[in-house]
């Protein structure tokens, strides 16, 4: 997904392409300028609660002072193969891209896909002040 989006990812899964359980040392040292937390089982809400339970952890990453740490709805759209994948990475694109003044046109563009719509309804912005 994040290929597709034109994104890198900051830790990769196992050679044969299967997620895998990370460490947060593993995040501490890439220190990502964006993360999606998006949870195989779990909703939006409960990927949020989740992650405020580590809010000590994400303050410390770049990506929680430029605004770009995100919860989305990992049951739906992230870890079902099904066409619901595609607004997964509208999902991914909006979280890499949004608040981009160099993408700006893109995420407009994303935006007015027909689909977009569920997309913007499952994620949110992490905020842990």
């Keep these: 997904m994040a290929e597709l989006i034109g994104a890198e990812l900051a830790i ?6 299967r997620s895998r ?34 809010s000590d952890r994400f303050r410390k990453l770049r990506c929680h002072a430029a605004g770009k740490l995100y919860a989305a709805n990992g049951d739906q759209y992230f870890a079902r193969p099904s066409p619901k994948l595609l607004v997964g990475a509208v999902i991914m694109a909006l979280c890499v891209y949004e608040n981009d003044n160099i993408h700006d046109e893109l995420v407009r563009k994303i935006r007015d896909l027909p689909f977009a719509a569920k997309a913007l309804d499952s994620y949110r912005v992490m905020n842990f002040s």
Excluded: K, M
């Design 12 to 17: 990769h899964p196992t050679p044969e392409g």
């Design 21 to 54: 359980q990370i460490s947060w040392d593993e995040i501490h040292q890439t220190d990502p300028d964006v993360v999606t937390v998006a949870c195989c089982g779990f909703d939006t809400q409960r990927c949020l609660e989740d992650a405020g339970g580590a």
